[in-house]
């Protein structure tokens, strides 16, 4: 099994290459460029891609794939918004995916968002490295016995959701399904977690029917004061919608890892750049919004799974077994 893997840093490439050694039938190439339309026919010769969250693997891409020969895309994170799925099942190409590396880490970094911007860390940091030890504009709330909103109670979801127990929060959440394991959670319509919580943390996947599914409406009926964070995808939220309803003071804070304008940007240093027309500018310009660059799965643990993850997909695959993480197109 010969994988072409895109978009290689080198964290990837040391938690993969410790991975090999338990998995001799697999061979890698690693490659810095990302998988688009362009790059797809660097992979003749390969039975698989390995991919990130940032690849483009459209219409176009699948396209260029089939013609190269690949039978396999492995996903090396759990969303897949960015693959057409229909044409990969089109032409027989199997997509698998890494659904639950470690739901901890990302639930551990949306609660760190949540902290962060409401406890105004991220000023506070920046306030006594200049000897400025003065308390102004940090004020704060407790999230001891208010609302936290959970949308999407999956692995992420559920491990957000026992976090904010542990904070003695009332846990509310509102998701298609009830996650029978979370018997200390109310379930609520959408609306009426818009209209309670204290603090709403997004974690549904992005699809046609959850894609800005936070816009001027829902904005509206949220209660004033609320903080948002979005560790999932961008495209949840409506940019534009969101900065009017910071700027008409709805948020106490906002905490987000991922967002709309992201793909050019995530895992590059672009310090010396001027970021025009950006809406990623205008967010930034808040003081009560702090932004990650895509960061909730960046554990040492996580990093460990994913690989291992990957890698065992690889292996079923080339059996023709099956693991359980088999990216089907819905409906
Ligand atoms: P999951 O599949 O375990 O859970 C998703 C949940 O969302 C499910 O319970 C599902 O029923 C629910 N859902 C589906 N449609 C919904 C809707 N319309 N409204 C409300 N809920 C809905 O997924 P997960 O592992 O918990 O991951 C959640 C998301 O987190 C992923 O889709 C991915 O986009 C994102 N993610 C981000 C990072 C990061 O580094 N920031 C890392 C991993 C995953």
Redesign the pocket.
């Known amino acids: 099994m010969k994988i072409l893997f895109y978009d290689t840093k080198s964290y990837d490439k040391e938690s993969f290459e410790k991975q090999l050694a338990n998995f001799p039938e697999v061979e890698i190439d690693f490659m810095k460029t990302d998988l688009a339309p362009k790059t797809a026919p660097l992979a003749k010769g390969f039975d698989a891609v390995c991919a990130f969250v940032s690849s483009d693997i459209g219409t176009e891409t699948v396209e260029k794939l089939h013609e190269a020969g690949v039978k396999l895309i492995l996903l090396r ?3 897949f918004n960015n693959v057409d799925l229909e044409k990969a099942e089109e032409y027989g190409i199997k997509v698998m995916r890494v ?2 590396y470690s ?1 901890e880490a ?1 639930a551990e970094h949306a609660m760190a968002l949540a902290l962060g911007v409401t406890r105004r860390l991220h000023k506070a940091y920046v306030k006594v490295r200049e000897n400025d030890f003065s308390l102004s504009g940090l004020m704060g709330f407790n999230f001891y016995q208010k609302t936290a909103g959970i ?7 559920a491990a957000m959701a026992r976090i904010c127990r542990g904070f003695g929060m009332n846990v509310i959440a ?4 009830k ?1 029978p394991d979370l018997d200390f959670v109310e379930y609520v319509s959408l609306d009426e977690l818009l209209e309670r919580s204290d603090l709403i943390s997004l ?5 046609d ?2 894609y800005h599914l936070i816009n001027k409406e829902t904005i509206a009926k949220m209660k004033d004061g609320v903080v948002l964070v979005n ?3 961008g495209g949840l939220v409506k940019t534009d919608d969101l900065i009017e309803g910071i700027r008409a003071r709805k948020f106490f804070g906002v905490g987000l ?2 967002y709309e304008e992201e793909t050019k940007n995530v895992f590059e240093d672009r310090s010396d750049e001027i970021l025009e027309h950006s809406t990623t500018a205008r967010l930034l310009s808040f003081p009560n919004v702090m932004i990650t660059s ?4 960046f554990t040492e643990e996580a990093l460990a799974a994913i690989s291992e993850t990957t890698l065992q997909n690889a292996v079923a695959f080339e059996k023709g077994e099956s693991t359980g993480n088999e990216v089907v197109k819905q409906g």
């Not at 949308?151 to 979801?157: A, L, N, P, R, S």
């Not at 509102?174 to 399904?177: A, E, G, K, Q, S």
């Not at 895509?294 to 799965?297: E, L, P, S, V």
């Open positions: 994170c759990a969303g659904p639950g739901p990302v949308v999407g109670t999956g692995k992420i979801g509102y998701d298609v399904y996650n974690h549904c996947p992005l699809m029917n959850t560790t999932s995808r890892d991922v895509h960061q909730g799965f």
